[in-house]
């Protein structure tokens, strides 16, 4: 997956300002580099919040100066990161087009766009552009280690979710369209694909209540729609915990190979002995003494 | 099952066109039925989209007479389907009363009745036979060949899923009695098959609002009831989630199995050894060194 | 588990109509037993249809007279099982005091009692005792054979659901007490117990929307309790996963235990050998060719 | 973790008084430490039905006086339990900030406070804080045997949980923003917070139904991101199965080893055997003979 792989350095400069860049950027262990990546989260979830704040009425009536001042603050800072990270991979269009890339791209259009289409009538586009902005939060989970094995099961568990998800939508037209024959519009179920969305809202049991059933041949095949989508919920939970099962199952195992790796015959060489075996499995030689776990 | 049985060729003819079509229906790993495959996908989304954007009343404004057309296209075209696989097939019977040859038929049927039931008076009930039409897309599920795992433990647990939601209804009746009592018809619990309806409803956490306890009593047994429910609704998911696991076990062992048989014995011909056997388990001989994995 | 023991023959008579009579009802191989049983089934369907169709007005308004004989020949019936069931079993107090006995009483009492309590001011509370009827369904999971594994999982895993119960109800009770300060009782939460409610109903995901923070401290608090149930859902499927998982595996493995049970050494009497081995584990002596599976 | 440490007792005496109240406080083998756990646990229950009865306001007008001196009962008796776990621990200062014993002193505090802070204005804060002596109900799950392997699955997976979390409130925050620009304020998306705390009520299946889409683009992005939310409700129930099934096994295997250790060699003490060996793995001497499980 690309979306996991590390970027190479620029080979114009394998010294110089670029290196320091590239390690302060891309590398993990070093103090700069640690505080490099905290001073962006930082400034991702405080972008974010300042988005947020603003589109609170009575905040933004009082505080819109400070959040335009704010807003094109964190956009000049953004623009030098994404720059910087051009000037300093080895391949920049590669970076550029990578979904991390698009998404850095993203989070600094909408405030320069802003610019060229000024005027009342645009604002509600430029605002829709704006929000785009809260995309950067998306970064943060490049910075968590651990979100690895939950990813992997996700994307290995991806083809059968598709397919369930398939199934979920087959039966939402299905449903759908029985429900907008049987209520029809004066109920709510005012065409086809309202329905389709009644249908989902409710077999996800989520139900929100705006439109309902109102005859009792509605209702019974509404409770059976409910039946199934409560049958069939288990459906991607058992496909995600059994990926979930066998990719730690896996884990352990490589680990545990690993431990008994640990000693090796010294005569024929031989690894993969029991932890408490004390003669080779394969030439009869004494082994050393197991180490302590 | 017959739902997923291969179809066999009408031995009246092994040559000629009925050959040549039963290859391109029935046959996936030639270059024109893969063809045949994804053009009949494209007709199904294609003639269930016509359906939904039907029936979107200012869309129907503009469009009708499109739709009516396209309609009577889609319909031509299954219907020369139909009867191409009446004709190749060798019990061109069976798959008549097959599950695939009955929606294949009803996916067609509602257009042409459409006709023969004219007038404004029936014009409810042809549309609810043409919403039939949407079985079409049900198809679709045929052609995906990666559903056989999630299907086949679907299958396995299917009895244990009736019996649950045998339960299910069990005690939706109770707490819907129950309910009809404390509530009463003015609070909308107003007989009981609409209680059910609502114990239902809650039971399985979609909780539409339409109806909704208003008494002290009825709340604290509607809390009841939803705790009873949040309990059990682990119960599928533990159901599937068990055999499905079981069936990934079973499918890496028949697989593990099959990597066991690739070393066999030069002497006695016996496969199926140990990865880390050096000696033949049945006659003593050596064995030809394991590959690497 | 009383609630599965088997019901010994009343010693009186070893013979005669009690002999014929216990085998009827209690044994499940004969035909006559089998007939009874389903006679009950439909008896019971029938019974609760009756009950539920009586609920609705415009069905009662025209066959309230019908649904009254009806009323009473079930009750008849059922009494007169209830009144053999005593008669054939070696201790009747026992059958009396056990579950099934007190259902099986309970759906026959309120009919009963309809008369005694005749009057329109006591409708009401006859109208409940008679609810009290449809509990005659549970009596249908007694003829399931299939329930076995199911209920063991559930029965096993009983005091971990009891105590996640628990946990639930305390964080309705300090969530719910927060909301009464935060929203107070303007906004629906007009008690604790009103408010413990909303915070079952919220989170255990069924949302009905009657009651609904408006002020945006509440909305917060409700997002992170909405959370916190996300969370938690989980745990219930995983006690009863974990059990079920176990109960099937410990299932298996006795049923390859008894697998390989089958081919016992001639020699030393050895059992338990690989299904593939030709020569006893123990003492080396071939072993009989094993079965085909 | 603080959470389950044992205390320790106070050094200053190991005889007399303090050696017998620590005893009676943390031991749980003896007749008056259980009387003690006992009288504890129907005291905090029922302090918090006093609470919870209180704020119900029918019956706060009839009983005002008996709750205000229960109140105070139950304050001065959680006050004595307080001072006495203070007394008889080797650390009070550990123990006063400990999670316990914070939670203990808030359960006293806000009816000491009312003392202080008089006066009809404050009531609501007052109130706010009384609210806080629900916490006491928490202390119940300290005298709950069973709760630690729940408790252990749910602590190893606490960090993926977390990661789980901040995922769901990144896709609530770039939904909610979607749907505040889509649907805007006057479909009750008033602003950014709003909008995250519907996407949160969606996506977790709550559905209030008190804000709606009602557009079709934003009826399309709330069916999206329900089957979003769909999709990876399995992500927290298949993190705490694998680790409650981990659990299991490793209890399981821990419970096997022990098993094993039961035959010793009667040479070299050697044990750990297979239960099928019938030599010593370290010595050769024959074993005695297996028990029967």
Excluded at 163 to 172: D, K
Aim: aromatic share 10%; with cysteine.
């Amino acid at each position: 997956m690309r979306l996991f792989s590390t970027p190479q350095l620029n080979p114009a400069s394998e010294t110089g300002w670029r290196r320091r860049w590239f390690d302060i950027i891309y590398r993990r262990d070093t103090r700069p580099s640690r505080n490099f990546d905290l001073l962006l989260v930082y400034a991702i979830v405080a972008s974010v919040l300042v988005v947020m704040l603003d589109s609170v009425q009575h905040i933004h009536a009082a505080w819109a100066s400070w959040f335009y001042v704010a807003e094109w603050g964190f956009t000049l800072l953004f623009s030098a990161e994404y720059a910087l990270r051009l000037l300093v991979v080895r391949r920049p269009l590669r970076y550029a087009l990578s979904i991390w890339g698009i998404i850095d791209l993203l989070a600094i259009l909408p405030t320069y766009l802003s610019l060229l289409l000024p005027g009342a009538q645009t604002l509600l586009v430029v605002r829709a552009l704006r929000i785009l902005r809260v995309f950067r939060i998306l970064k943060l989970t490049r910075y968590i280690e651990e979100s690895g094995i939950l990813m992997q099961a996700l994307w290995r568990s991806r083809r059968k979710i598709l397919l369930f998800l398939s199934l979920v939508i087959t039966i939402a037209i299905v449903a759908g369209s029985l429900m907008y024959v049987i209520e029809g519009p004066s109920h709510g179920f005012s065409n086809i694909p309202a329905s389709m969305y009644w249908a989902v809202v409710t077999m996800a049991t989520v139900g929100f209540g705006d439109i309902v059933p109102q005859t009792t041949l509605g209702r019974f095949v509404t409770s059976a729609l409910i039946l199934i989508g409560y049958s069939i919920i288990a459906v991607p939970t058992g496909i995600y915990t059994a990926e979930l099962a066998n990719g730690m199952r896996q884990a352990e195992a490589a680990a545990g190979r690993r431990r008994r790796d640990d000693r090796g015959c010294v005569v024929c060489g031989y690894e993969g002995h029991e932890p408490a075996a004390r003669y080779c499995n394969r030439c009869g030689h004494e082994l050393p003494e197991p180490l302590e776990p």
